[in-house]
């Protein structure tokens, strides 16, 4: 929520792990939605985006959808997403730490760099 600048902007936030994600959707500055779902395949993380977004009357053509967490452009996860989302980008830490074991992507451990 402190990093979210654009209050005219409505974005969905997908922090994926192994077998699960939360889905984060700030609208206005304001916290519209947070929930988790186990996924099995990249079918149910895709249906439960697009349930979400849709109950939400979010248009996948025009909603902000970022990526944080274990996830790449060459992931089966990002290309279905793709597939049905068109706006679609990967967060950004922009933290200065310096790091023993240097972090997979800049938008990895996200959530617990911006926790504190």
Known sequence: M????????????INISFNHFEIIIIEKSKLILYNTFA??????????????????NLDPET???VFIGAISEHDDLYNIAYKYIRNISFGNRNDTYIYKYEPKSNYSNFTLLKSF
């Open 2 to 13: 402190q990093i979210e600048k654009q209050p005219d902007v409505t974005k969905v936030y």
């Open 39 to 56: 996924y099995h395949s990249k079918e149910d993380f895709i249906y439960y985006i697009l349930f979400t977004t849709e109950q939400l």
């Open 63 to 65: 909603v902000n959808l």
